[in-house]
């Protein structure tokens, strides 16, 4: 009676189980779970299991590639981002083309004062 519907068996494969690290199980709640082999160095708990887990879940196929950073210019420069928001993806140094001159507030606090005092000989007139 296991192909009725609501049978909550899960087929195994024999070749995969036995090769791989591992296999997907489910715990007594019937959340998904990891089940790692019997093998000794997967089940260690110091940090030697711990590199041999993360090193037979790792594909070989894959690779990590570095990407050159020239001498002058060690981050690519990302103005566009200023204005779009962060993307993880498309990280880059930020930088504005031209910047603002910055103010002198001396000379603008002798501005406004001066403001004032021709405001105050206007009321008065």
Do not use: F
């Not at 993360?54 to 981002?81: I, M």
């Not at 928001?85 to 001066?114: D, F, H, M, R, V």
């Amino acid at each position: 009676m296991a192909g009725k519907p609501g049978d909550k068996t899960t087929p195994t494969i024999p070749d995969e189980a036995s090769t791989g690290p591992g296999h997907l199980g489910t715990d007594d709640r019937g959340n998904v779970t990891w089940e790692w082999a019997d093998k000794a160095e997967l089940q260690a708990d110091d940090t030697l299991g711990g590199a041999e887990r993360v090193r037979a879940l790792v594909d070989p196929r894959l690779d990590v590639l570095e990407e050159d950073a020239s001498a002058d210019n060690p981050t690519a420069v990302n103005p566009k981002r200023l204005k779009t928001g962060y993307n993880p993806y498309n990280s880059g140094a930020l930088g504005k083309q031209t910047w603002k001159k910055k103010k002198n507030l001396q000379e603008l606090s002798k501005w406004i004062e001066l403001r004032k005092k021709m405001a105050d000989k206007k009321g008065d007139e």
